[in-house]
């Protein structure tokens, strides 16, 4: 029986098929301290049993007859917000992920969750609703339970995304050189430079070092990751001091790094370093949602381009719909051309965003960096893109501090305590 530190939660199981329902109340029943009150083959039902009995937690399934249960989520976030919806597909494709996101779902497992996992998904659900319901009038006075479960904390590191809505843009540029500058910046601070574009990651190369070991190695050690090993599988730029954990080699591997892992990598990280710098690339991965869910500040580049401003207007568009806060982004022009008709207060405009930071275009300092394998930082010190770049990790370390001060509640998606 699983059970950890936590009162009972209360569920509503809402599905269709009749051996998905017996194969989840088995699961459920091997839980400790988990009480499914009800079960409902619609959705109609659903809500009239979310009314009437109030369940902490509704698990619901993508495919339901009446309604998909992404509509039901909707609603059931809507009209009872004191319930917290967990949606259960066939399988984990981001599409769906993000549709149960954007409809106010916490979580998201497949129907083969383990015990382990339905576990702590129903766990973090539960104390989601407490919380909530600790704000709610409907249910001001209710019995709640007095012992309220705490997410773990600990030494928290930060966790800064380079994210640019379009390749080419310069973000695994701005990766590379952040990293260096934020190090600059505080050389007690231990720096770490992980490469979040999982199919075709090329940060290593900004340093001129060929990678072997990558974050799939990892993988297989999830549950039992130690510094030893996590420093073992990084690249050490000797030139620069920085560690590099690699992407994986080849793009077909891209798949073994699911949301989860990536999390808990990233958690794992920011208990180890003071700043844990994320490449990204444009699509949005499981593995870059998570990073993005994770980070505390995400650095947004942007360009003059028609093409870059609709995908970053997209890219906002979605952090909103996500409920994140905007407080996270730092919005930066990359490759900044001041000659170009789109200025930067068209670009602002168009985002209905203020941009953050100027990074010019400097194709000298590019190509240097190029030649000698060393980022501009290093290669091109004096350069308008290093004196930039400093002014972006200032930035960002503002920002960091600003961000920790609101407390804003973050989604964990795939952080699984
Ligand atoms: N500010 C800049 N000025 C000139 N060239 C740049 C600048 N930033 C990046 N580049 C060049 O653009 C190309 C793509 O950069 P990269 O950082 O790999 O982009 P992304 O990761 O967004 O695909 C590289 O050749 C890089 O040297
Ligand atoms: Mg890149």
Not at 19 to 48: F, P, R, Y
Not at 54 to 70: C, E, Q, R, T, W
Not at 118 to 135: E, G, I, M, W, Y
Not at 347 to 363: H, I, Y
Request: net charge negative.
């Amino acid at each position: 029986m699983m059970s950890g530190e936590r009162e009972t939660v209360t569920v509503l199981l809402v599905e269709n098929n009749a051996q998905l329902m017996k194969h989840m109340q088995k699961t459920l029943g091997l839980i400790d301290k988990v009480d499914l009150i009800n079960t409902s083959l619609l959705a109609q039902d659903a809500l009239e049993v979310i009314r009437e009995q109030k369940p902490l937690v509704a698990l619901v399934d993508y495919n339901l007859p009446d309604m998909n249960g992404i509509n039901l989520t909707e609603i059931i976030r809507k009209e009872y917000p004191g319930t917290q919806v967990i949606v259960i597909s066939q399988d984990n494709y981001t599409d769906v992920v993000l549709q149960a996101v954007r409809a106010g779902a916490c979580d998201f497992i497949t129907h083969d969750v383990s015990v382990k996992e339905l576990n702590d998904v129903l766990t973090r659900a539960a104390t989601l609703a407490v919380q909530d319901r600790s704000k709610l009038p409907a249910f001001v006075g209710m019995a709640t339970p007095e012992r309220k479960v705490t997410v773990p904390s600990g030494p928290q590191g930060k966790i800064v995304a380079v994210y640019g809505a379009k390749g080419g843009i310069g973000t695994t540029t701005v990766a590379a050189n952040l990293a260096l500058a934020l190090m600059d910046r505080d050389h007690d601070a231990r720096v770490v430079l992980v490469d979040g574009a999982i199919q075709y990651g090329d940060v290593h190369l900004m340093f001129n070092e060929l990678g072997q070991a990558s974050v799939m190695d990892l993988v297989p050690r999830l549950n039992e990751l130690d510094i030893e090993l996590v420093e073992n599988v990084m690249l050490f730029n000797r030139a620069t001091g920085i560690s590099i954990l690699p992407a994986p080699p080849r793009p077909e591997f891209a798949e073994k790094i699911t949301g989860e892992a990536f999390a808990r990598i990233l958690e794992f990280m920011r208990r180890h370093y003071d700043y844990v710098v994320l490449n990204t690339d444009s699509y949005i991965s499981d593995a870059v949602l998570a990073a993005l869910d994770a980070s505390e500040v995400v650095v947004l580049l942007t360009a003059q381009s028609i093409n870059a401003i609709r995908n970053t207007r997209l890219f906002l568009d979605l952090w909103n719909a996500m409920g994140m806060t905007k407080d996270r982004i730092q919005l930066v022009i990359s490759r900044y051309d001041p000659t170009s008709p789109i200025t930067t207060e068209r670009v602002g405009e168009r985002l209905k965003f203020p941009v953050n930071m100027l990074l010019p275009e400097d194709n000298e300092a590019a190509r240097k960096a190029d030649a000698l394998g060393q980022p501009a930082l290093r290669s091109s010190r004096d350069s308008a893109y290093s004196k930039a770049l400093y002014g972006l990790a200032d930035q960002a370390i503002k920002r960091i501090e600003a961000v920790d001060k609101s407390e804003e509640p973050r989604m964990r998606m795939f952080v699984t305590a």
